[in-house]
């Protein structure tokens, strides 16, 4: 049984990381998170020790080191984007390693300073990469892979996930600690693309809003259209009156990729992965972070070009 810590209790990702833990039969001595509505630990770990205040949190980490003789074996962190390259390094220092939600970090440089802390510590960092053990997406690589390197797949990428008036006013509205839109909830998506077509060659930025982002990607084995919103404004009609709030698509050559289901469970495998030593360090999310540091940076270019059909208009019918 391995020790876990988790910093980020509060957040909408923890509970996932809870049932990893939990799942995969470890323990979770101590949580924390500036939040105090964490009700949920109950159902997962009712005796871990928990804290609102970081400094607290440290000290108790240390006395279960040096007056218990119990040594934490991982950190999970679920905090805000901006917060992941500190916690990270107090994971390592701590002398566990840590499990680290995306974005890893917010930019590309951190990744090498980070690899400097591993060295020092001889810890190391994983990363949720949950889409690379998608049961449909493995077998889109292996097709992809058996095709050969000199097709190009043609891809519509469209992620609508709406979000309140709430998302504006948090942490995550602001892009110095989110990363903006195409970073918050478009990274995995990301991650996923090179994962299977291969190296970033272009990446042009048609549009990029607080609520809405698109443009064009193109890597060894496909070109890619993207529409990213939080704005339930462009959700189908046909969605909106299942009353169903998320819009998730991938097209292939004109063909709808099926990936819906068996998202719960995909962080336990993960987790199962990294107990056995087999999980994503820095370098498996350096090209995804290059990918949103590249779109936060650039100057979007409006409709000209292959943009996506989506930025057309306000509202989809």
């Not at 964490?38 to 609102?52: L, N, R």
């Not at 690899?115 to 998608?134: A, D, M, P, S």
């Not at 998302?167 to 995550?172: E, G, I, L, R, V």
């Not at 994962?195 to 890619?224: M, T």
Request: aromatic content about 12%; hydrophobic content about 35%; charged content about 25%.
């Amino acid at each position: 049984m391995k020790n876990f810590a988790l910093i980020g209790a509060a957040g909408y990702i923890a509970p996932r990381h809870m049932k990893a833990i939990k799942e995969t039969k470890n323990d979770l001595l101590a949580a924390f998170d500036k939040g105090d509505s964490v009700g949920v630990i109950d159902s997962y770990f009712p005796k871990a020790d928990f804290f609102v205040e970081f400094e607290r949190f440290d000290r108790h980490i240390e006395k279960l080191k040096y007056e218990k003789d119990m040594f934490l074996d991982f950190v999970s962190i679920c905090s805000p984007n901006y917060l992941h390259d500190a916690h990270i390094r107090f994971a390592l220092r701590s002398g566990a390693d840590a499990i680290c939600e995306k974005p890893l970090v917010l930019n590309p440089w951190n990744i090498d300073k980070l690899k400097k802390v591993e060295e020092n510590t001889g810890k190391k960092v994983y990363n949720i990469l949950q889409l690379r053990v998608h049961p449909s997406i493995i077998a889109l690589r292996k097709k992809v892979a058996e095709t050969g390197k000199d097709k190009k797949f043609e891809v519509d990428l469209t992620y609508l996930t709406s979000r309140g008036n709430w998302y504006h006013t948090s942490w995550k509205g602001e892009h110095s600690k989110s990363g903006g839109i195409a970073t918050n909830i478009g990274v995995h998506f990301y991650d996923m693309l090179s994962w299977i077509f291969g190296n970033i060659q272009n990446n042009i930025v048609h549009v990029h809003e607080n609520d809405r982002a698109s443009g064009y990607l193109e890597f060894e084995n496909a070109r890619v259209r993207w529409f990213l919103s939080i704005n339930s404004e462009y959700l189908p009609e046909e969605v909106k009156q299942k009353g169903q709030t998320t819009f998730r698509s991938i097209t292939i050559n004109g063909e709808e990729l099926e990936f819906s289901g068996g998202f719960t469970d995909l962080h336990t495998i993960v987790y199962k992965d990294i107990l056995l030593g087999k999980g994503y360090g820095l370098e498996a999310a350096r090209t995804a972070i290059e990918i949103v540091h590249n779109i936060r940076n650039s100057t979007p270019i409006g409709l000209n070009g292959d943009f996506h059909p989506y930025s057309l208009n306000k509202k989809v019918k």
